[in-house]
């Protein structure tokens, strides 16, 4: 992952000392050492004060705090600090303030604020990412670089506008192949110049203000979805490309937001263009364990399987939400092993001191305002540092091989949101988070795969709502299954082209072939109503009755065999769940969402078919996952509980790694308690 050896998971997080005075700087370093902090993400929103003016550079503070860092053993990770622009900037070139949804420019203020297709933001910030590149080039402290900052906004200000135009020409190549995809004739949209397309905002193509996915032309505002990631990509390899002009075997990242299910990015696309996968972790205080995980094995998967870095999460309490609770004791230590236990390789917080002033002074920190070690939230953190030295370099790289994958994809994400029908209800990352749930409920590892990742490893793959089906796609899930693999995907899938245009003949489209049905209709049923699925007599181990809600397909079978049917409504006794043998494999269709209990017992189904077993059988709210390295598997046992549980972790003996000792049969894990275990010799 990176250019030198990592003798330990790394511990540490975001450090401003540039906003205190330097004889702060000393204590903190004493504070790091007692915490067994060993990086510091540093010069993250600097530009302002190492470019004073247009043509003056002043690096000094900064070769201080790098000497400093290395002097007390502590690894640099180097932000370019781009993600501000400073304010001379925005008021010599207006064309670095980026134009918001409602088409009003911005002003000089806040963070995020430069547009990925401003001229002058493109030259000057390859400009500080390359004289910082040329000035700590060879500094013993340096590990990695951090480009910008959890990059993700909209703008629509004429450069955009030009530069979608010119990704239009490049994407289709003609006007006639634009309008065919666009499907333009609707509404009388046909274009003859280029520069007749405007961009989609709520001036033109949006309806609402309030709603952003409320569209008219579904292909224009999904290109202009597309368009944007990959403006922003472009405006992250600019800065990336002029620190490997530099040092070409620099290791350059940046922090993925929204705890990595960011809507506006498609991170699957990003990945290819950074060295190591980098998440910001802040999930909602009341989210099941699920959630995290979830979104914690997604970034595992955006490089196949590489371990990931936990750039950011927050030791104590948050400062941005309308209620900002204080972690408990010891959830702090539990999601740091929860990160751990699904692919990270790093610990790191947001922030190490707490600031003193402005919009995050009230933000969570290691070190608090009272600037001292004998603090609860710094003890844990401290005992986090202590565990981490202690395991060393363990489980560093290890990885979490994995026979069952979930599909996910944000072109089908937009495509699905921006949708005019059938329903508000359905939302992609709920529905990914149901099927998600019954495998991380049964504690069985499963990866994240995009539409173009190799299938050949897998035995079991999940594709809820696959609304959209890219050229080509129909016939690698095909093979996948003709080769032996099992397939699932669910109602609204097969809709659509990559153009969110519909191919004609009949739903799912393209995927009709192997799944062996038809649908006629889609019924959105209203938030208050629920179906039935009534198991038949094949069903086996999934015999019983379950609620489904938001879609429920009338479908016919064309050669699949029906092991459910829908027990209400005008459709009643008709298909809402079926098998479809095709090659060597199975083909399954869920012709509705149904509750998480039937789920549940379908994965599992599902798995056992295929030999793929639970690591573990845990009580609620005890989740068990595993790494592998050279040969050792390391297997993690999580509470998340309040109360103690007790888990039976089998009669052989295992390496108790944080407690010493060896455990095996039934073994109490205390509230929010943590099991490190090296299975067998």
Request: with cysteine; net charge negative; proline share 5%.
């Amino acid at each position: 992952m990176f250019n030198k050896p990592i003798p330990k998971i790394l511990h540490g997080g975001d450090y401003n000392p540039e906003q205190w005075p330097e004889e702060i700087w000393q204590e903190d370093m004493r504070l790091f050492k007692l915490a067994g902090v060993d990086i510091a993400t540093i010069n993250v929103f600097s530009w302002a004060l190492n470019q004073p003016d247009e043509n003056t550079y002043e690096f000094g503070w900064l070769d201080q705090v790098m000497d400093m860092l290395h002097d007390n053993g502590v690894y640099a990770c180097m932000g370019t600090g781009t993600a501000a622009h400073p304010a001379w900037m925005a008021t010599q070139y207006p064309d670095v303030l980026m134009v918001d949804f409602e088409g009003r420019k911005r002003k000089y203020g806040r963070r995020h604020n430069s547009c990925a297709n401003s001229p002058t933001f493109k030259t000057y910030s390859q400009q500080i990412a390359y004289r910082l590149a040329e000035r700590y080039k060879d500094h013993p402290a340096l590990l990695l670089w951090h480009v910008n900052n959890e990059y993700g906004s909209r703008c629509y200000c004429d450069n955009c506008e030009k530069e979608f135009r010119k990704w239009l020409q490049r994407k289709y190549g003609s006007l006639d192949a634009l309008n065919e995809a666009w499907y333009t004739r609707f509404w009388g949209h046909t274009f003859y110049d280029w520069n007749e397309i405007v961009l989609p905002n709520v001036l033109s193509e949006h309806l609402s203000s309030s709603n952003q996915d409320a569209t008219a032309f579904q292909g224009i505002s999904l290109d202009y979805a597309r368009f944007n990631s990959d403006s922003i990509l472009e405006s992250y390899k600019l800065e990336r490309d002029a620190i490997k002009s530099v040092i070409p075997n620099a290791v350059v990242t940046t922090n993925f937001q929204g705890n990595g299910t960011y809507k506006p990015l498609d991170y699957f696309k990003w990945a290819k263009e950074l060295d190591v996968i980098a998440l910001d972790s802040y999930p909602p205080d009341d989210a099941p364990p699920s959630y995290t995980s979830m979104r914690h094995d997604l970034m595992r998967g955006l490089k196949g399987g590489a371990p990931f870095m936990l750039m950011e999460s927050c030791p104590s309490q948050l400062n941005w939400k309308p209620q900002n609770p204080l972690k408990r004791p010891g959830v702090s230590r539990l999601w740091s092993y929860q990160s751990i236990s699904r692919g990270a390789d790093s610990i790191m917080y947001f922030q190490m001191r707490r600031c003193a002033g402005a919009f995050e002074k009230f933000h969570g920190a290691m070190i608090d305002h009272a600037g001292h070690e004998n603090t609860r939230v710094f003890q844990e953190c401290a005992l986090v540092g202590q565990e981490l030295g202690q395991l060393g370099d363990r489980i560093v790289g290890a990885r979490t091989p994995a026979k069952a994958a979930i599909v996910f994809d944000w072109d089908n994400w937009w495509a699905i949101e921006y949708s005019s029908g059938l329903t508000d209800q359905l939302k992609y990352l709920q529905e990914v988070q149901k099927y998600y749930d019954a495998f991380h409920g049964r504690n069985i590892a499963v990866d994240f795969v995009s539409t173009e990742s190799d299938l050949s490893g897998y035995d079991v793959l999940v594709a809820p709502v696959l609304y959209m089906v890219k050229e080509g796609y129909a016939k690698k899930l095909e093979q996948f299954v003709s080769a032996g693999g099992t397939f699932l995907t669910t109602s609204f899938s097969g809709i659509v082209d990559e153009n969110d245009k519909i191919p004609l003949g009949g739903y799912p489209g393209k995927l009709r072939n192997l799944l062996g049905i038809w649908v006629e209709e889609i019924d959105a049923l209203l938030p208050s109503q629920r179906n039935l699925m009534r198991m038949n007599r094949s069903a086996g181990e999934l015999a019983g009755s379950y609620e489904c809600s938001i879609l429920c397909d009338v479908l016919h079978s064309e050669g699949a065999e029906v092991l459910a049917e829908f027990g209400r409504e005008f459709y009643q006794g008709m298909p809402a769940l079926t098998r479809h043998s095709f090659g060597s494999g199975e083909a399954w269709y869920v012709a509705s969402s149904p509750e998480p209990s039937f789920l549940d017992k379908l994965v599992l189904h599902l798995c056992a078919n295929k030999g793929i077993t639970p690591l573990l059988d845990t009580p609620a709210n005890v989740e068990a996952t595993f790494r592998e390295k050279d040969g050792h598997r390391y297997m993690f046992v999580l509470n998340h509980n309040d109360d103690a549980k007790l888990v039976n972790i089998g009669p052989l003996a295992h390496k108790d790694l944080l407690r010493g000792g060896e455990l095996s049969g039934e073994v109490k894990l205390d509230p929010k308690g943590v099991l490190l275990l090296q299975i067998g010799e």
